[in-house]
């Protein structure tokens, strides 16, 4: 068998790169009556080089040299003075139809993957056929192919071997996800989800994770995992069930579901992109304003921004008290306030070359500071969802309790008169039929009895905002009832949307009438504890 040369499939090749140098050498000796040893050592190094050489490729910007990153910066300084807002409403709303804030939200949080630290992770929520895969996947066209990395389906632990690099000196498997946007098209498994908790947690920026594997020879064996970074993680998901220590670590959005105008302009999209889809990838191949903008992203991420700083602390606080409602204030702000400090940064990144110093640009620094005017819009942005996300509740489900349940509560109000002659309001509830009749009118479609009644109505119980029981009259039936005391004697409604608004004056926001603006005293006001 001398001289014969002995060639290893991708699968023994691969594994032969796990191995310690003992048992690799041990499994040379086994094949070495196979084929030259020499050959094999040379496959096996080359194969280590070049799945080396993919991960380094794929994660080019940690060994980016400093000449690509100034040239990349002479380049984005070029970009002063565009109107990107414009610019990027312009280029989103002609693929995404009629969900402005959502879109919006979901690229800042998307561009805030090329920051040191202040990484967003987008969980979408909704029924299915929403967009809510969609709009993820139109937004990630137009980022750089090495930063998106898109997943239909994996398992927990498929998901640490993937991109990994093996340190010989330590024994560790090494995955670099800094600057990196995970996009998963429906929510992987429970299990991998625990496992990730401390990453979107942003608890280190260096993590190390125990696995075992199973082999045929020597059984289980654990794994050293070390996770180095931070990336944008988004999950796409039909399920409403939320495992709350998920929920408090993500932006909870849900695409527009009621607006006829959006479902017309989706359906004259979809025949638009079907009936001929090289036609209408050319259309947008030719787009300036979207070429521009993927370029500008482009440079963004090769620039190496490592940190952006927010110099008017005292705004950011203070508009950000003004979407906390009558003042219920709650641990979860802490985060709340980081979220959209986050999205002041994304805003401040697509600006960058208006507002980096000169020091950036000569590669003395590499840092930004974002102006007033992003954590103004950081906070307009938020707004629409802010009652959702202090609830932990998904968007779509909040507007269901706010457009269904809230007018027929209020329908359901009631005077009776005791026989002192005291009058008082009565709440009668709702049945779940008459949910579904309310529902399909606004919505002009169904909704699943299972779904409402395992999913919904759970979620809506959690938050404080309903509960259930049985008709005093009926108890084979249940009805719905609101939480508040009074739910709607102080609000009135909206006759063109539907909705309720709460008058002004209602109720005083402790922090707003005390004319608190220094940042240390409106926490200890918040949080009823001395700020150290």
Known sequence: ???????????????????????????????????????LEESILNAEQKSVADIEDKNYLSEQSKEDILESRRLLRQNRGVQWFTLLENVLSRTIKNDRETSLITFFSFLSAFTESDQLNVLFNAPSSSGK??????????????????????SPTAFWHDYSKFDEKTKELIIDMSRKIYIFLDQP????????????????KEILIKITDKTQRFGLRTKTIKILGFPVVVFCSAKLDLNEQEATRFLLLSPETSSAEKNKAAVLQAIKRVSNPSEYQKELQMDQERNKLME??????????????????????ERFLETIPNGDYQGRHARDIVRVASLAKGISLLYIADIAPDSFWSGEADDIEAKDQHTNLAVDLWAPV????????PPFVYEIYDRVLLPLFHKALTEETDHYGNTKEVQKGVTRTEVFSFYRKIYKR????????????????????????????????LRLYPTMSSPLSNKTENNENGRFEQPKGITDDPVKKDGITDIVTAAEKIFGAKAE
């Not at 937004?139 to 090495?146: Q, T």
């Not at 991998?192 to 280190?204: W, Y």
């Open 1 to 39: 068998m001398e001289g014969k040369k002995m060639v290893l499939t991708d699968k023994q090749l691969d594994y032969l790169k796990t191995l310690p140098s003992d048992r690799k050498r041990a499994w040379l000796e086994k094949l070495k009556q196979n084929g030259s040893a020499d050959t």
């Open 133 to 154: 895969t969609y709009i993820a996947k139109e937004i990630a066209s137009l980022f750089p192919k090495e930063s998106i990395i898109q997943l239909g389906s994996v």
């Open 189 to 204: 498994h429970f299990l991998l989800l625990e496992k990730l908790r401390p990453l979107l947690s942003h608890d280190d």
């Open 296 to 317: 500008h992203i482009a440079l963004i991420r090769q620039s190496r921004v490592r940190n952006i700083n927010i110099p008017n602390p005292n705004l950011l606080l």
């Open 386 to 393: 802010s009652e959702a996300q202090q609830l932990n509740l």
């Open 446 to 477: 169904t909704l699943p009895e299972y779904q409402f009644r395992r999913e919904i109505i759970p979620l809506l119980t959690d938050a404080g905002l309903v509960y259930e029981e049985p008709d005093s009259g009926n108890k084979r039936q």
